[in-house]
């Protein structure tokens, strides 16, 4: 399964490099082509890129992007996230999403174990992140975004990882 989806992956990227009129005229593609797209993209950006390509999944990049800020250690949120790439696994809700939705949590909730009061908080948060990507992207949906069934692919994997990173920062910066 890893081989598929790292395949997938690939495939994603390719094309959407493609599409964006960025793929190399050469027959082999350049591996560190995408180090050449982290040019004036902001630093969360380009660690979520970056974390990306050093074989973190799709959540894990998004997430372990935000982890100092959030007050949490990466290692920890890593492990938190790993059963959410791949649209968990399943090619269901895409990775990046998910990714969202966990720092809205994460920065959203009071940790209040006995009477919580932050849910509305929370559920509002990733609500307005999960719509802002949708808008983006035409879907949340992993299957969907690559195309599985229409051989049309939305965005690519690493497209992904910037759209949600771009937009948790909106969200950290208040402005979404």
Not at 25 to 49: F, H, N, R, T, Y
Not at 64 to 77: I, K, P, Q, S, W
Not at 118 to 142: D, V
Request: glycine share 8%; aromatic share 6%.
């Amino acid at each position: 399964m890893s081989d598929d989806v790292t395949k997938l992956c690939d495939t994603a990227q390719a094309a959407g490099a493609a599409s964006a009129g960025t793929a190399p005229a050469a027959a082999k593609p350049d591996p560190d082509a995408w180090k050449k797209e982290l040019v004036g993209k902001s630093e969360k950006v380009q660690k979520a890129i970056t974390n990306h390509h050093n074989k973190y999944n799709c959540a894990q990049s998004v997430a372990c992007a935000f982890a100092e800020d959030l007050g949490m250690d990466e290692e920890t949120v890593f492990r938190m996230m790993e059963g959410f790439g791949f649209g968990m696994g399943a090619m269901h809700e895409c990775g990046a999403v998910s990714a969202m939705a966990a720092i809205a949590g994460m920065k959203e909730s009071d940790g209040n174990l006995q009477a919580p009061a932050s849910k509305k908080a929370s559920y509002k948060a990733a609500k307005a992140m999960l719509k802002a990507f949708e808008e983006k992207n035409g879907s949340t949906i992993c299957s969907v975004i690559k195309g599985v069934e229409t051989k049309k692919i939305l965005r690519s994997c690493d497209g992904c990882v910037e759209d949600a990173t771009d937009i948790v920062e909106r969200y950290m910066e208040g402005k979404l």
